[in-house]
Nanobody
Framework: VQLQASGGGLVQAGGSLRLSCVASFSSSTMGWFRQAPGKEREFVAAIGWSGAITYYADSVKGRFTISREGAKNTVYLQMNDLKPEDTAVYYC??????????????????WGQGTQVTVSS
């Protein structure tokens, strides 16, 4: 059971990054969370099995897009118009629960190692 996240880096404000996360198994729901220095981990986005249902944190709506390739057990997070406040370690996670409603963080049971995103002003 493994999640491998990649795609982080350093970018200027207004720039874009695309995060990827590959799972070694199939899962119902895949999500992204982030943790900034000195802050608690927070939800960013989630996507259901078919990709038809997605949820976003208010802070990223309209700028971030989550998508997935079911056959590859891969989830992506396209991040556009990045802001310095988006700087954080981004984690992908999976849940066996279907995404019929926004899931709590406790519902995610497998976590990746995190990838650093740094946005300079």
């Amino acid at each position: 059971v493994q999640l491998q996240a990649s795609g982080g880096g350093l970018v200027q404000a207004g720039g874009s990054l695309r995060l990827s996360c590959v799972a070694s198994f199939s899962s119902s729901t895949m999500g992204w969370f982030r943790q900034a220095p000195g802050k608690e981990r927070e939800f960013v986005a989630a996507i259901g099995w078919s990709g038809a249902i997605t949820y976003y944190a208010d802070s990223v709506k309209g700028r971030f897009t989550i998508s997935r390739e079911g056959a590859k057990n891969t989830v992506y997070l396209q991040m556009n118009d990045l802001k310095p406040e988006d700087t954080a370690v981004y984690y992908c996670a999976t849940s066996g629960y279907p995404l019929r409603k926004l899931l709590s963080e406790d519902a995610y049971d497998v976590w990746g190692q995190g990838t650093q995103v740094t946005v300079s002003s």
